[in-house]
Each structure stands twice: as C-alpha cells, then as structure tokens.
C-alpha cells in the first residue's frame, strides 16, 4: 500500500481550536520526502532568482525546482521563459551557468535550440529517417515575476502567481520592493527537515526563549498574525527608540509553500527554504536593500547582517534539535496554541490540503 494512504488520516482538515501538529513520520522519512516533491514542489510557484539576472535579451540562469533542472532566459523579443534543461536528444543539458546566449545549444552533441524552444540545428543528422527538426520542441515550464521576483511552477494548471500573493504591496506601503537592490546571498545547510524551519518562522511563540535579542527590538504583545488564503503575514511595530532600522514596522509573510519575506524599513530579505534530504534542507537568504551606497544605509546594512546572523544561528540551533525530537521516536503530535500558532496550523492545513489533492489522483 502507498504510504500516503497509510498517512490520509492525518490529511483531514482541522479547526484551529483543534490544531494538532502533523505526525513526526512526516518529517523523518523518505516517503514523506518523496511525498512533499510529488504534493508540493512540483505544484506550486518556486522563486529562482530575480529579473535583475535577465536584464537583457539572451540573459539565462538556471535552477533546480523539485529536483529537476529548469533554464530560464529572456528571448530576443524580452519575453521571458523557462524550460526543462533538457535536450530531447538524449536527456543533455543545454545551459551550465548563467550567461548570455544567441541559441540554446546542448552540451553533449551539440543540438541547437532558438530561445522559442524550437530545434535549429542537429549536426549529422540529415541521414536519419524520419526526423524532422521542426518535430522536436523543449518542454516549457510556466514562469512569471512578482515584485521583480521571479518564479517557475512545474504543474499543468498552476494557479495565477499573482493570487498568491495578494495584497502583500497594499499591507507593506509605502516600501516598494520594485525599487530595492540585491546585495548578496548566503546559503545555509540546516540539518532538519523543510517543514521544521517552516514551522519555525511561523510563529513568535518562540521569541521570548530562543531569540533575546530580536524579542527587545520586536514588540512581543502587539506582534500579530494574519492569515490570507496562501500566505501568513506576521506583524509587529519596531520598539526600541535606539534600533537601527528607523521608525515603522516588521513585516513577516511567508508564502505557501517555501518563501519568506522579512521586511523592514529600506531592507527586504528574501528566504528560500529547499529539502534536501528528508532531513536536511538548505535555506537562501538574499539581501535586497533600497539604497546601497549612503555611508548611514551601508552602517545599517552591516548592523543588518550581523543582527540577522545571530537570529539565525539561533533558528538552527533550535530547529536541529527539534529534528532530533521528531526523530527520536518517544513523539508523535502536539496541540498547537491557538493565540500564538495560527500560522503553523494555516501552513499545515494548506500541506494537508495538497496532500489530499495527490493522494485522491
Ligand atoms: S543530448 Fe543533446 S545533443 Fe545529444
Ligand atoms: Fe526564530
């Protein structure tokens, strides 16, 4: 029997009243890992950069989505599209890294693709009966941007990109992340599962005991969370007079299924959340600010960074061990607080949801 269907019990919808955790078992086992790719990755938008890397025509970068290779580039028309990076001679791939191109052409024998998809060229292959360049077609894969993000979704019918993120520009005015500039990336491998980071972010129950440091610049009474249909939005006015950020507030939102935006005054950090294995994930974090060159923004940018450093180390520490009390066998589930974790159970119902959606297939 499929191992999802042992697991449709816990799939059924809950009342927040009623918030119970999802089982341990989903996140300590390779069925599980291989369900979330199946349910998750594969039907939802996933963010692969930003349209800063495809300022010009011929520009391509690529990306892994659900473990597939995906090219994404901007033709010589400036539209912008996205392809499995496979070419349908053999399965080889067409981009290795991020350029510019004139055609897409395949590392291992040397097919050329126009940037439409199309197949150009097929060096020795005018012998070969029965083949017909303009048979042979890459398979295109949606993209599409939000706020100059970009984003890729491998499922036939996705939903529209901008649905999901409705009303997110509205709430954060009159920060305009169209106007904010990337600076860098850091990548961490954290040793839990996706859904363990995940869960994390979502709620501020944690503040007061993991981070006492954000807890001082954070006000713990007033901060707040929203629900919206595909994403959670967490807010909290900044406190201290002397915090380095200026006046305003902290905006948390983390979009279903694997993206969080922290926004405060002149920053926007963007965090990818990917699955590795069942139990490790890797987890972006790029910095986008409004202003990079004032010497009063490049104090606060340091301030930033090292400030972020520290809430995350402390975010690791506390998710790998929760990893560990997920795998150790003496836990199976845990009631939610209902004032303090409606974000973890919004997440896990939207889970519970798409779980459903591949288990009826
Ligand atoms: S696999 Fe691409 S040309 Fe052979
Ligand atoms: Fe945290």
Redesign the pocket.
Same mark, same amino acid.
Request: aromatic share 20%.
């Given at each position: 029997m499929n191992q999802s269907y042992h697991w449709q019990p816990y799939f059924e919808a809950t009342e927040l009243e009623q918030a119970i955790t999802l089982p341990a078992e989903l996140y300590v086992s390779e069925q599980a890992h291989q369900l979330d790719r199946q349910a998750i990755f594969t039907r939802s938008w996933q963010c692969v950069g930003h349209v800063s890397e495809l300022a010009n025509n011929g520009d391509v970068i690529t990306a892994e989505v659900a473990n597939k290779p995906i090219v994404i580039l901007r033709d010589h028309e400036g539209q912008l599209r996205a392809y499995y990076n496979v070419?349908k001679?053999?399965? !080889?791939p067409l981009v290795l890294q991020k350029g510019n191109v004139k055609v897409l052409s395949?590392k291992?024998? !040397?097919?050329t693709y126009k940037l439409d998809g199309q197949l150009r060229t097929a060096p020795e292959m005018q012998s070969t009966p029965n083949f017909e360049l303009c048979d042979v077609h890459l398979d295109s894969v949606n993209v599409d941007t939000w706020q100059g993000y970009l984003f890729v979704n491998l499922s036939n019918s996705p939903i529209e990109l901008a649905k999901v993120f409705e009303n997110i520009v509205e709430k954060i005015a009159p920060i305009n992340l169209l106007k904010m500039q990337f600076h860098h990336r850091d990548v961490y491998d954290v040793s839990c599962n996706w859904k363990v980071y995940m869960d994390n972010y979502l709620e501020g129950y944690h503040l007061p005991h993991v981070h006492p440091g954000l807890n001082k610049l954070l006000d713990y009474k007033s901060y707040t969370t929203e629900l919206s249909p595909w994403y959670s939005y967490q807010f909290s006015p900044l406190e201290s007079d002397d915090n380095f950020y200026g006046d305003g507030a902290a905006h948390y939102f983390c979009v279903y299924p694997n993206l969080m935006l922290n926004i405060l005054p002149g920053r926007c950090q963007v965090n990818i959340i990917v699955p590795s294995e069942k139990n490790q994930c890797k987890v972006i974090f790029d910095y986008y600010y409004s202003d990079l060159e004032s010497s009063s923004t490049k104090k606060m940018i340091q301030q930033d960074l090292s400030f972020s450093d520290e809430v995350q180390d402390e975010d690791i520490a506390i998710c790998e061990h929760v990893q560990k009390g997920l795998e150790s066998g003496s836990y199976h589930q845990g009631r939610l607080c209902v004032k303090r974790e409606s974000g973890v159970w919004h997440f896990q119902e939207l889970l519970r949801r798409a779980y459903r959606e591949v288990s009826e297939l």
């Open positions: 070419c001679h053999r399965a !080889g395949c291992y024998h !040397g097919w």
